[in-house]
């Protein structure tokens, strides 16, 4: 299969945000795509995660993405009518499954989530009508915050970020790709206060920010090699 052609379709623009533009994948103009890509297509609904951003949360993974990243983890979903197509039943569920006292928040993944806005900034109002912010909602986006905040970007990204407690931004970058990372896949990509952020006038960290500094199963060998974690009493 022929290699994707990935283009700079704001080349010369300065300012983007970390590592863009990069040759890892496609890089927008301000506006050029919009939620009309979207069918209002859902690739998936897992419940009770904690995988996908801090505490047990609901994860919707919305359908199609023109970023087309290099190695991206979810490639079989950048097609935008991809899934099955988001109904109330779907949105009665989330809405069950947010009212359990255990689950901290929703997050939105893709595809490419504000590119969904049809879907998600109505569920996002619902459920800061019904929960407040009781509950968060955690989004992944391949676009960099300075790429959102340029002029000529579509209101509605804008008003979804608003609605948006942490975004997770950036597009993967194969190249930067670091497995020791917390929610992250390449080091480009930033967890971000959003309203801090707003409020600052740039990017601010998420202040929980937490990077490993070994493989998980690397400390567990050594540990073990040293003999720690056994519990076994030989008899005497």
């Not at 890089?27 to 919009?34: D, S, V």
């Not at 801090?54 to 935008?80: A, M, Q, T």
Request: aromatic share 10%.
């Amino acid at each position: 299969m022929a290699a994707t052609t990935l283009h700079d379709f704001a080349a010369g623009e300065t300012d983007r945000g970390p590592f863009i533009p990069t040759n890892r994948s496609n890089n927008p103009k301000a506006g050029q795509w919009t939620n009309r890509m979207s069918h209002n297509m859902i690739a998936d609904y897992k419940r009770f995660l904690m995988t996908d951003g801090e505490g047990i949360r609901c994860s919707l993974y919305v359908s199609g993405c023109p970023f087309h990243c290099v190695e991206c983890y979810n490639k079989s979903i950048w097609d935008f009518q991809a899934g099955h197509e988001y109904n109330d039943a779907l949105e009665a569920q989330i809405m069950d499954d947010l009212s359990q006292s255990y689950v901290q928040g929703i997050t939105f993944l893709g595809g490419e989530p504000l590119l969904n806005t049809g879907v998600l900034l109505p569920l996002a109002r619902k459920i800061r009508e019904r929960f407040g912010h009781t509950k968060d909602i955690w989004c992944w986006t391949g676009y960099t915050w300075e790429e959102l905040m340029r002029p000529g970007e579509t209101q509605d990204k804008l008003d979804l970020l608003h609605e948006i407690d942490i975004l997770v931004d950036g597009r993967y970058i194969k190249d930067l790709h670091d497995s020791l990372l917390q929610f992250r896949g390449s080091s480009n990509q930033r967890i971000i206060d959003v309203q801090k952020s707003f409020a600052a006038g740039e990017p601010v960290i998420w202040s929980k920010l937490h990077d490993q500094e070994r493989f998980i199963p690397e400390i567990y060998g050594k540990d073990r090699a040293a003999g720690e974690g056994n519990d076994s009493i030989s008899a005497e």
